[in-house]
């Protein structure tokens, strides 16, 4: 049997854990992938510029460059970094409902522009999703070295030079002879801004297709951006920036997305699945070519991982919008907070509304815990007591100490396990407001104008530390070690510095669950206080 000293100790111990957990996540974050995505963003764009003519190959796929132009090397990393496709490049503007989509006079889509008034950039324009340098969606490139060469000199024919599908679905075929061999794709707009496109070469020329590089709209610290894809027996792999080394076949995919934090690039096909191959590029990260053959049929979309637009093309698609390892936990709480902002109307009382009900639902746990801690504050005199009396015979002093727990109804690990079983349940609150784009543009109270962003005042994150400050002062503490006190002390402060560039969606969710575990240990403090006073 371990002695008590023992017990108490690995009691405070996992408590100091369970915190530290908290402020080694947040600071790992800030401190740590902030700056090295920093500097592989900037790496990229020097590699661009230095190996322009330079891309990985696939199975005699020919090297070409990424973006199927001639590079200025004279041009600057920030110009070649521009959004801007000019439009002696473009052959077909499609207009549907949601987006425009630019295609170019090598049939790749340049450009996507989101045309709903929410989704607007720092400078008040409309947000484009990719960069005019970038690998781009719907490139083809040919097995056939010679038919490849060939392929990025010739210009596409369009069957129409302007597009409108925004309230019917609209066909365009893009044709390009190559002498021997025509590329053709047939592509059917719809009103909802997604396609279906048929590839198909003659001469049984073998190509592959892929899905570009990702939108480049928010690529942060906080989310993860990357390539996702989804295999016939529903297993999903994450590849993120940076962390593909080499090159990985696949069969069996029914859907690859390219995404940022809340914009993707996405080709499905969930009656045939696709094959594909995975490169790395300059900066390991990953790229996705489609194996056509000589043709090949599949759906498109790109723009905002918004749930329900996802869900309207196919439920699967829903599983474009990447949780992390909590999903099973976050992906109901997501649809929960949907149904209940179906009835609110606003965001920012969805989130306080689920904060209450999440805190309800934990409230036995949370019950346990807090009573645990009171009983123990209690007793911590005649546990000091015992430590003293027996302090040359551990095993006498763990004896006693037992026969205390058992006599009171005390359990010393009771105060920290609750706490430990509520951290999946915050990390899946963590990465759904954190993957939530329709938090983007919604409005709270007064100040907050948009729930995706930081706290543009710092008000969310200064009432959070305070109500941390407050719900530490009336939580009974039993720590006689005088640096975990100090380290208990120093947390609301450090959880405030961190939370003042969190998006305020998710600084609310803090600040009310602070609120409502104050209220909890308020009562039960009242309890005991009560019960301390009958006996008297």
């Not at 309207?312 to 902002?341: C, R, S």
């Not at 510095?497 to 969710?509: C, D, E, Q």
């Amino acid at each position: 049997m371990n002695n008590m000293n023992q017990n108490n100790g690995m009691q405070k111990r996992m408590l100091i854990m369970t915190l530290v957990v908290f402020v080694f996540f947040l600071a790992y974050e800030f401190l740590v992938l902030k700056p090295q995505k920093e500097a592989k963003a900037e790496a990229a764009k020097q590699e661009q510029i230095k190996n322009a003519n330079n891309t990985p190959t696939v199975e005699g796929m020919v090297q070409t460059d990424v973006s199927g132009n001639p590079v200025d090397m004279s041009k600057s990393v920030e110009a070649l970094s521009t959004k801007a496709i000019a439009s002696s490049n473009i052959v077909t503007v499609v207009k549907t409902a949601k987006n425009i989509i630019e295609i170019d006079t090598l049939g790749r889509i340049a450009q996507v522009t989101l045309s709903e008034e929410k989704y607007k950039d720092e400078d008040g324009k409309q947000i484009k999703l990719f960069e005019a340098n970038q690998l781009r969606p719907l490139e083809v490139r040919f097995a056939d070295t010679n038919v490849n060469n060939k392929a990025f000199k010739v210009a596409v024919t369009s069957s129409n030079k302007n597009v409108d599908a925004s309230k019917t679905k609209q066909e365009l075929v893009l044709t390009q002879n190559l002498g021997e061999t025509v590329l053709t794709k047939k592509f059917t707009f719809y009103p909802d801004g997604h396609y279906d496109l048929s590839t198909s070469t003659t001469n049984g020329k073998k190509f592959f297709i892929t899905n570009g590089f990702r939108p480049n709209v928010l690529a942060d610290m906080y989310a993860d951006h990357g390539l996702y894809l989804k295999q016939n027996d529903g297993v999903m792999e994450l590849t993120e920036d940076g962390d593909l080394d080499k090159t990985k076949n696949y069969t069996g995919i029914k859907f690859v997305s390219n995404f940022d934090r809340y914009y993707a690039t996405v080709i499905y096909n969930f009656e045939r699945s696709l094959a594909l191959s995975l490169m790395p590029d300059a900066e390991s990260n990953p790229q996705a070519f489609i194996h056509g053959n000589d043709n090949i049929t599949f759906s498109g979309y790109a723009g905002p991982k918004n749930f329900k637009d996802l869900k309207a093309l196919n439920p699967e698609l829903t599983d474009v919008i990447e949780y992390g390892w909590f999903t099973f936990i976050a992906k109901p709480m997501f649809i929960l907070l949907q149904f209940i902002q179906s009835y609110v109307g606003n965001w920012g009382w969805t989130i306080v509304i689920l904060t209450i009900l999440v805190k309800l639902v934990l409230y036995p746990l949370s019950y346990k815990g807090m009573v645990s801690m009171n009983k123990l504050k209690e007793l911590a005199p005649k546990m000091k007591e015992i430590q003293t009396k027996y302090k040359d015979d551990k095993q006498k002093q763990s004896m006693h100490m037992m026969e205390l727990y058992k006599k009171h109804g005390a359990n010393p690990m009771g105060g920290c396990l609750p706490l430990i079983l509520q951290i999946p349940v915050f990390f899946a609150i963590y990465r759904v407001l954190l993957n939530a784009i329709e938090l983007k543009g919604a409005e709270f109270i007064f100040w907050i104008n948009d729930l995706a962003e930081m706290d543009p005042y710092f008000v969310l994150p200064i009432l959070m530390g305070a109500s941390m400050y407050l719900q530490q002062r009336i939580t009974p503490n039993t720590m006689q070690d005088e640096m975990q006190k100090k380290i208990f002390q120093m947390l609301p402060v450090v959880f405030t510095f961190f939370f003042l560039w969190f998006p305020a969606g998710l600084t609310l969710y803090w600040f009310i669950n602070n609120v409502f575990t104050i209220s909890q240990q308020y009562y039960i403090n009242k309890l005991f206080d009560k019960k301390r006073a009958a006996k008297k």
